[in-house]
C-alpha cells in the first residue's frame, strides 16, 4: 500500500494556515501526519474538523479510558491500521486493559471488560454496525452515563468513522514500516464477529 498524498511541510503551507498548523503541532503525536496530512488540503474544513477533534480527545465529558475504546471500536471495525496504531498506546495509558485490546483487535468481543467499558463496547458497535440503539441499551447509557456523556461519546464515534475513512481513503501508511497492528477482515465477517 502506497501513501495516496505527499506529506505536506510546513513551510511551504500559507501563512494564513499556519496558526492551524501550530495548533496541530501542539496536540498531534503525528506532527502534520496521520489525518492531518489529509485534512490540511482544505485548511477551513482542517480547522473545523480539529476544534471538534480537540474536544472530543481533551474535553469530552467521557473518560479517557472509554474515549479511548470507542476510538479502537471504530478502528477495529473500519480495519483502520493508523488509527489503531496511533491510539493503542494512548488507550493503554488511560488504563483500557491489554486484554480488552488483544480481543478487540483479534476482532473479537471482549470477554474480560468491565462494566461500563461492555457498555461502551455495546452502544458503539450497535450505533455503527446498525446505525441504531435499541431503547433498552439507550435507556442503559442514559442512566448509567448521563445524557451529555451518550451525545459525546455518539458524536465521538461518528467522528472517528470519518477519521477512518479520510486514513484508509488516502491510504495512510504505520510511520517507520511497523507492521500493520489489524488483520484486514471483510466488513461482514466484522460484523458477524463483533455483533456475535
Known sequence: MTERLTQIRYEDLAS????????ILKVSSA?????????LRSPDMARRCFDLLDYLRFKTSV????????ILIQARIANAQY?????ET???RAGLPDAVMRELQQCMRPSSMQADERLVYDYCTQLTLNHRVSDALWQEAVT??????VMDLTVLSGTYVMVSMLLNAT????????????????????????LA
Open 16 to 23: 494564513e494556515v499556519r496558526p492551524l498548523a501550530d495548533d
Open 31 to 39: 506532527a502534520l501526519g496521520g489525518p492531518y496530512n489529509a485534512l
Open 63 to 70: 473518560n479517557k479510558r472509554l474515549n479511548e475504546f470507542a
Open 83 to 87: 488509527e489503531w496504531w496511533a491510539h
Open 90 to 92: 494512548i488507550a493503554r
Open 144 to 149: 448509567s452515563m448521563g445524557e451529555q456523556a
Open 171 to 194: 491510504q495512510v501508511d504505520i510511520p517507520a514500516g511497523g507492521t500493520p497492528p489489524l488483520e484486514v477482515l471483510d466488513p461482514v465477517d466484522i460484523r458477524r464477529r463483533l
